[in-house]
């Protein structure tokens, strides 16, 4: 198991100057950076991927931000717009050194409106089919795709490991996998623990962030059973820290962090990385 932290703490939007934290990440022991790519044009992969070399990093997984516009379920022009930026993610990162996009690429985040059966079983059928595109398309790379279930705030389409799965069945690809989040696990599962083993070899990546956004074990989530679930599952995979701060304005809004909920970034960082590992098998 390794541990990683998302670049989505400390900047946003990812440019090739954002290559100045892995130092940083380097001295406080974590294993890999999960790089929060908003656009691929902010960066030269091949810049990148020497500095994460130099700090003796990995990149192992590129998290998707599919904001407004990009959007699996959307009209025609969102739909193409996300399809292009999300093929744009696979072929860049095995330049960095990754198999795994990760993230909610199927709808826009933000996107949440209680609508009819019969119009959310289209969205659906519009997902799976752009979905089976883009997964031919990886398989062709030989990255993964993981998608990831979010709080019902932020989405009404997937929210839970359950869902998850079933559009991973109905698509049908082996390049299709779950990413889950204890964030938005302890808002939407029953058992998070449960849907752990759920996911079982299908669980592709795990973020962890605390129940408050703040810092992993700082907060009311039950981690001894996450990791016993992960255990029973035998999880191989990885771990990546994802929180947020009110310093990185754009991410700040759009997770609605309107408060300084640790002492720094630096603290959830460092502390939250020493209690994951405290915890691991």
């Not at 959307?74 to 193409?80: S, T, Y």
């Not at 790379?141 to 389409?157: S, W």
């Not at 083993?197 to 996450?226: C, F, M, V, Y």
Request: aromatic residues 8%.
């Amino acid at each position: 198991m390794k541990f990683g932290i998302n670049t989505y703490l400390f900047s946003s939007p990812f440019t090739n100057e954002s290559i100045s934290y892995f130092p940083l990440f380097k001295k406080w022991g974590f294993d890999f950076v999960e790089i929060a790519l908003e656009d691929p044009a902010n960066i030269d992969p091949e810049l990148v991927r020497k500095a994460l070399d130099d700090n003796q990093l990995e990149c192992r997984s590129v998290c998707a931000a599919t904001g407004p516009g990009r959007d699996l379920r959307g009209n025609r022009k969102e739909q193409i717009t996300s399809m292009e930026y999300v093929q744009e993610l696979i072929n860049i990162a095995p330049v960095l050194g990754s198999s795994l996009v990760a993230g909610p690429i199927y709808s826009a985040v933000g996107r949440a409106d209680l609508v009819p059966e019969e119009k959310k079983s289209r969205q659906w059928n519009l997902v799976v089919e752009n979905l089976k595109s883009l997964t031919s398309y990886a398989e062709k790379q030989k990255v993964k795709l993981a998608i990831e279930p979010l709080n019902r705030y932020e989405t009404d389409f997937i929210n839970t490991c359950d869902q998850a799965l079933q559009l991973i069945q109905d698509v049908g690809s082996d390049a299709l996998f779950v990413h889950l989040d204890s964030f938005h696990m302890n808002l939407e599962e029953k058992d998070p623990a449960l849907a752990i083993k759920k996911a079982g070899r299908k669980l592709a990546l795990l973020h962890a962030s605390g129940s408050d956004r703040g810092t992993p074990g700082g907060d009311q989530i039950n981690w001894e059973r996450i990791f016993a679930a992960l255990d029973n599952i035998n999880y191989q995979g990885d771990i990546v820290i994802e929180s947020f701060t009110p310093d990185v304005k754009i991410i700040a809004k759009a997770a609605s962090i309107w408060r300084k909920i640790e002492p720094s970034k630096e603290a959830i960082a460092i502390d939250g990385l020493n209690f994951l590992r405290s915890l691991a098998f």
